[in-house]
């Protein structure tokens, strides 16, 4: 099974626990299975057996088909995901104290290669349209930038991000008289050649 499809089950699981006012150790008493089992499984740093999972979704009373209905179509890939930075996914691990986690992407690329870059925009910055030869993701940490496709445009703002498959065309467009900065994550799939980032 696919990361993004279990970060789907486990982040599900927990909204369910909370919009039903369920504490963990409750869930964990109805399924007979430890706090800290269900803590790991929401966190998605274990993947539980069919019957926990099963009983779990039992427990917290909701149909099956429905619960796996609504991963199901959110585990589709659409050309450009925008996630925006108050939809960050905040999460705690055990015996962490002062940590804040967010969770911004998960995504599973087989056999690939990744290449982390940091880019300044200036404010007359230009270049035509680019492909690249993989998944790119964009997080925005200071300034707006504009990106545009052949058939769209999006606005980008500090803590905005966002993942495109770069085999479609794109260029990214400082609007600002400010220079912006971006973190930049390229996934390459293997095929023998070096990367070429744009």
């Given amino acids: 099974m696919e990361e993004n499809t279990l970060l789907e089950i486990s982040t599900r699981i927990k909204e369910i626990r ?56 959110n585990s589709l890939l659409a050309p450009v995901i925008i996630k925006r930075k108050n939809e960050y996914e905040s999460f705690e691990k055990e015996q962490a104290v002062g940590f804040l986690y967010q969770r911004i992407f998960t995504k599973a690329f087989k056999n690939s290669t990744v290449d982390i870059v940091l880019l300044e925009l200036e404010p007359d910055a230009t270049r035509p349209m680019v492909v690249t030869e993989a998944f790119e993701y964009k997080y925005i940490l200071s300034g707006k930038v504009d990106y545009v496709f052949e058939d769209q445009q999006y606005s980008l703002s500090e803590g905005d991000s966002m993942l495109f498959d770069g085999r479609l065309p794109h260029t990214p467009k400082n609007v600002t008289d400010q220079k912006a900065i971006m973190l930049i994550i390229y996934f390459f799939e293997q095929n023998g050649n070096s990367p070429v980032v744009n």
């Fill in 18 to 73: 909370r919009d039903r006012n369920i504490t963990v150790q409750e869930l964990a008493d109805r399924v007979s299975v430890s706090k800290g089992l269900i803590s790991q499984i929401e966190n998605n740093r274990t993947v539980p057996s069919l019957l926990v999972l099963v009983n779990i979704i039992r427990a917290l009373e909701i149909d099956l088909n429905q619960f796996f209905k609504d991963i199901a179509k």
